[in-house]
């Protein structure tokens, strides 16, 4: 039986839906510090002196939600961009 997170990181992962902006490296990111302690964590799972608080499978657990998370925002980036390209497009086609 899977073990639910602790209550620090199912709030960490609510929040990830709900605000996922605030979620990524970029300097003065909210929780841009956070994010990059999981990164830590997750490319040297025996450093356990960097989030000491969290198991390995919660620190997964974050980081697979941020990378979720990053590739829908990606997504829409892109969706965004493509659609403000067809749009200039149009007003050079004179549409």
Known sequence: MA???CEAVALLLTRMDSNPQE????????????IQM???????TSNKHVLVALNDKECTMVWD?????SKKLLHQEFIRRILDVDKDEGAKDGN
């Open 23 to 34: 979620f990524s490296f970029a300097k003065g990111s909210k929780w841009g510090d956070i």
């Open 65 to 69: 939600k941020f990378i979720d998370t």
């Open 3 to 5: 073990k639910e997170p």
């Open 38 to 44: 999981v990164y830590q964590r997750q490319q040297d």
